[in-house]
């Protein structure tokens, strides 16, 4: 963004006299990141009063700044915006900008695999096209705003995941980011003490189509049933689905993995073998929406092939770190709900990487009513003929270890309420060069912990 403090006061419909008039190069609400050129958003809480940092804002080279029009006490002879909302103003300057900008804007949502899918897709184009994507995990109803204030102008494709826990929040950032494209990865269990139930997940999800353009298309995952009521009850929408199912516009057709990475056939709309630096079957499943976008912005078959050879996935997402003994971990820590951790649990149990199967997983949150349940149920994946051992974190995992502990050996099970450096040291006894290590458990377990004494 590059602006006028007038242009931006257009914007918010403020029709006071501007007496200074500072270009705004970025939108900062936080004084420890803002850079020099940037416009000031304070923001007030019942704990912080961001009005107090406005002044450290101007002394770290921000340009102008907001000021809530009931706050007292603004300081002089600075350049401010008078607002009645900090973050109103927020969303209606990107409403604004987005309106300017000739962009091509992809929204991405989905209960499991939106970062992910959201990385494969910007990874997909970034070769051959200007693109910008959320970074982190600006994904809601004010980082997207934030995220589209951060575009130059010269933007290609932006690529946006929208993230949500209640009903009207992915509509709500729909119709402000107005997208061409639209994916949901999969329809999962997160967020079911807000939601409700599945189903409820489904609607909210599908609230990301509020916002598409009238020539726009929503890529979906055809294997869930709950998405199908929705599509087939929007018949004026352009769709294309994936997954593994026949019926599926593309489909996986065989997958192999290797310490490299997938490599996968497709069948449908493409039929090409690809590969991808990532392992796993859901994370192939996620790379098909980005085949399919590839593939409607005119990619050839051999650019998407190369330009997925480059693919490089956030953090924690599957990710293949060899332990200082010889051991591959794949740390997939980022997050963690039933269906994701049956996918990951699932890419272990087919996996040929190494001969020695271990599991390290931790509490799965945000389960509303049913966790105990969904925490239990998660022992029919994990049988002791397929691995060698399971270590578990977390007080919600006793449940699974009740489960699991009359098929397991006493050797090759543990579990630890929140002792951490407990489950290394018991694990660092029982793996070695033979053995790979799947780790994973919701972000609030920070379960990547026990990796890190294995890279020492």
Not at 69 to 77: A, S, T
Request: aromatic share 8%.
């Amino acid at each position: 963004m590059k602006k006028t403090l007038a242009h931006i006061a257009e914007w918010l419909h403020i029709e006071e006299k501007i007496d200074e008039n500072p270009v705004i190069t970025g939108v900062s609400i936080n004084t420890r990141t803002i850079q020099p050129g940037d416009l000031f958003i304070p923001f007030r809480g019942e704990q912080v009063n961001g009005h107090r940092f406005v002044q450290d804002a101007f002394a770290k080279g921000a340009a102008a700044s907001l000021w809530l029009k009931d706050e007292p006490n603004p300081p002089q002879n600075v350049p401010l915006l008078f607002v009645e909302s900090g973050e109103g103003a927020l969303q209606q300057m990107a409403k604004a900008y987005r309106a300017e900008l000739h962009s091509v804007f992809i929204g991405i949502t989905g209960s499991n695999g939106k970062t992910s899918t959201k990385d494969l897709v910007a990874g997909m184009l970034s070769p051959y096209f200007r693109v910008k994507k959320t970074e982190g995990n600006f994904n809601n109803e004010l980082g997207l705003p934030l995220t589209i204030l951060s575009l130059e102008e010269e933007t290609e494709f932006a690529v946006l995941e929208m993230g949500m826990s209640s009903f009207g929040e992915i509509e709500f950032l729909s119709n402000l980011a107005k997208p061409k494209y639209v994916v949901i990865t999969n329809i999962g269990e997160a967020h079911m003490q807000d939601l409700g139930s599945r189903e409820g997940i489904a609607k909210a999800k599908f609230e990301i189509i509020a916002g598409l353009e009238a020539t726009g298309q929503l890529f979906y995952d055809g294997d869930e049933p709950l998405l199908r009521p929705f599509v087939e009850g929007n018949p004026h929408i352009m769709t294309k689905s994936f997954g593994v199912q026949e019926h599926n516009n593309l489909r996986i057709a065989e997958v192999n993995f290797t310490e490299q990475g997938s490599t996968f056939r497709v069948e449908g709309e493409l039929n090409e073998e690809m590969s991808i630096p990532v392992l796993g079957e859901h994370q192939v499943k996620n790379t098909l929406a980005a085949l399919l976008i590839g593939k409607e912005v005119g990619l050839t078959s051999e650019q998407m092939r190369k330009a997925l050879k480059q693919i490089v996935l956030t953090d924690m997402r599957m990710q293949v770190i060899e332990g200082n003994n010889g051991t591959v971990f794949i740390n997939d820590a980022y997050n963690a709900a039933p269906t994701s951790m049956r996918a990951a649990i699932s890419f272990i149990e087919k996996s040929s990487i190494k001969p020695e199967k271990w599991l390290v997983l931790g509490d799965m949150l945000e389960l509303g009513n049913k966790e105990q349940q969904y925490h239990e149920e998660m022992s029919k994946s994990i049988s002791s003929e397929v691995f060698n051992g399971v270590c578990l974190y977390g007080p919600r995992m006793e449940w699974l270890y009740n489960k699991l502990v009359e098929q397991f050996a006493d050797k090759q099970i543990i579990w630890v309420n929140d002792d951490i450096e407990k489950l290394v040291a018991f694990l660092a006894n029982k793996i070695n060069d033979q053995s790979i290590v799947l780790v994973k458990g919701s972000r609030g377990m920070q379960l990547e912990r026990v990796i890190e004494p294995f890279q020492k």
